[in-house]
């Protein structure tokens, strides 16, 4: 046993803004106007923006638009490179500090729900890894099997049982792993933590659309992909980095297209695959965004412009300025 432990990272200044919401909804465009109205520089909170050579397929901001207002996280690693939210948080640290000093605000916008909890709740350490007892994990699957472990998690820690899957073995082998190093449930010292870090942000906007437009708007921006050159993007992407890497393939739209190279489906299976799969992250990221009480929503309508988004934002901080 260790008694090391690995240093938690604290959520992002509290004066920053942030602008989210789930995929299609319009968030890069009413990003740029808002960055600029507010002169602010923009950091994505996007986790696929940050390979490059995945435009297409993650909706990226164009030349043209990182040259109106100045962008970051975009382009900075190789498809085949893994990153975590803990780099992520911590490049945002520094990239935050950076830009204050020139006298802007900063604008975080993008979808991605894991990166909006880590800068609204930052990262709790915990216990650093234990391998000894990492590798009898392991020896326990191959004999019994992930259902085994998954009921083991349940007995020590019910809360952390219930949110992870029995597959998810990395996670379930962590919350285990802290439980046989601290006596303590991981669920019971993330909450403490999250509680200690929520800093009450004024500033965090979510762009809410009703259900069928946003189904619309999601089948609209796939059929839109797939005519600007997704499949060729992807098969570009591979040629180049002989595969893409695990947290690359995550990017919805790309495994699909990559199996549909492969010779799993067709091209019209692999557009509805696609469709599907995206409206599925549509409303899981919607679901994480609720458990942010931080987050005011702004209603959205299709008459609604970028502008009339930016100052439904604005009248909302003056609410509660």
């Known amino acids: 046993m260790t008694e090391q432990t690995r240093d938690p990272i604290a959520a992002i200044d509290d004066n920053c803004w942030f602008l989210t919401g789930p995929t299609a909804s319009g968030k890069t465009a009413a990003g740029l106007a808002l960055a600029e109205r507010i002169e602010a520089e923009i950091i994505s909170l996007d986790s696929m ?7 297409i397929g993650t909706a990226k901001p164009t030349q043209q638009e990182r040259q109106r207002v100045t962008h970051h996280m975009i382009d900075i690693l190789e498809p085949n490179e893994p990153f975590s939210v803990a780099e992520y948080l911590t490049r945002a640290h520094r990239i935050v500090s950076e830009i204050t000093q020139r006298g802007k605000k900063v604008l975080f916008v993008g979808g991605t729900p894991m990166y909006l909890k880590v800068l609204l709740r930052g990262i709790f350490g915990g216990p650093a890894a234990d391998w000894e007892f990492r590798q009898q994990v392991e020896q326990q699957v191959e004999l019994h099997g992930t259902q085994a472990l998954h009921r ?9 049982a219930h949110k992870f899957h029995p597959n998810d073995i990395r996670r379930v082998t962590r919350a285990l792993e802290v439980y046989h190093l601290t006596g303590e449930p991981i669920s019971h010292q993330q909450q403490e933590f999250e509680n200690r870090n929520k800093l009450g942000k004024q500033y965090v906007f979510q762009l ?4 069928e437009i946003l189904h619309q708007r999601i089948e609209d921006r796939v059929e839109a992909m797939f005519e600007a050159g997704l499949v060729n993007e992807v098969e570009r992407l591979l040629k180049s980095c002989q595969q893409l890497g695990r947290t690359a393939l995550q990017a919805v739209g790309y495994r699909e297209v990559v199996e549909h190279l492969q010779g799993e489906r067709s091209l019209d299976e692999t557009k509805q695959q696609v469709v599907y799969h995206t409206r599925r992250f549509a409303r899981r990221q919607e679901t994480w965004f609720r458990g942010f009480p931080e987050c005011r929503q702004i209603s959205m309508t299709n008459e609604m412009s970028a502008e009339r988004v930016v100052e439904s934002v604005l009248a909302l901080v003056e609410q509660v300025e």
Do not use: C, E
């Open 208 to 211: 809410s659309w009703p259900r």
């Open 152 to 160: 083991q998690l349940a007995m020590v820690d019910p809360i952390s």
């Open 49 to 55: 923006a940050i390979y490059r050579g995945m435009d």
